[in-house]
């Protein structure tokens, strides 16, 4: 999700990338193809910045006729919790591997 603040992080060790890339590339096809979930381009890209990309999504969703409550319920599925589970999952496979360790996303500010 912080890939800008990241980008020295991922120079030093472009590994870092791999958890969140795959975690995407399950969610995103999730996310459209099961549960046919809607956006518009403009939003489609922007993640949880400002919260557009959820805001425009249950707009998107809710004026295509879904409920409310089923709405809300995928896109903190799809683009929360299952994004931060797999992430982790995946994260904790690639340290057991020792592609990664702890510290490598750590921000020198």
Do not use: Y
């Amino acid at each position: 999700g912080t890939s800008m603040l990241q980008m020295g992080n991922i120079v030093k060790n472009p590994k870092i990338w791999i958890a969140p890339t795959l975690a995407s590339l399950i969610t995103g096809p999730a996310a459209t193809v099961v549960f046919q979930m809607k956006n518009i381009e403009t939003a489609s890209g922007m993640g949880t910045c400002g919260l557009v990309g959820q805001i425009m999504a249950f707009q998107t969703m809710t004026g295509d006729g879904m409920g409310a409550g089923p709405a809300l319920f995928q896109i903190i599925l799809m683009h929360v919790i299952a994004p931060a589970v797999l992430a982790l999952l995946f994260s904790e496979l690639m340290r057991k591997k020792g592609w990664i360790k702890p510290g490598d996303m750590k921000l020198d500010i």
